[in-house]
């Protein structure tokens, strides 16, 4: 598919079918996030694949941002392993881990929706309870979930979607 399609054909899916995601399609998407790109190369993500009963019933315990999708990748990094900015004088203090999962996130997104799968970038939650009912977390950092799944027959793009700014009012040439 051409990548302006894929992307205005893409939207967030806020309501998915029982059906199953293949295992060859979730390894499409995690091999997707492992090829994207990373800050120096520093590859800090940890990303968790809730797709079992008792693993769904957690996340689902904690936060609605589910949707009660087949499949939820909870996508962290580890500050330990994530790009610092050595140099004192420029960007002091920046930590690239947010953005390298952010960017890693981005591509599994899209190779799901290239594959025919719907998704949702989820941010809507209390980071503490999701540390609470994945003690195997311990010591990461949660940036997101992205839900995975068959879109439901009624799932549907909101009113928002097709709503963008022209370029004009989000690009200057300098």
Known sequence: MDFLQLSKDRYSVRS?????????????I???????????????QKIFV??????????NAVTPMTYKAPV????????NVSYKNPNETHYVGY??????????????MM??????????WARGFNAQDIFDAFPEIKG????????????ASDAAPSERHTMRKPLSETVVEL
């Open 95 to 108: 930590e690239g881990g947010a953005v390298d999962a952010a960017i890693i996130t981005t591509a599994m």
């Open 50 to 59: 809730l797709k079992s009963k008792e693993a769904l019933e957690r996340i």
């Open 72 to 79: 939820v990748l909870m996508v962290c990094y580890d500050k």
């Open 30 to 44: 995690l091999e997707a996030g492992r090829l994207a790109p990373t800050a120096k190369n520093s590859q800090s």
């Open 140 to 151: 990461l950092e949660v940036v997101c979930l992205l839900d995975i799944g068959y879109p």
């Open 16 to 28: 998915f079918s029982d059906k199953s995601v293949e295992e060859e399609k979730l390894n499409k």
């Open 111 to 120: 190779e799901a929706t290239d594959l025919g799968l719907g998704t949702l």
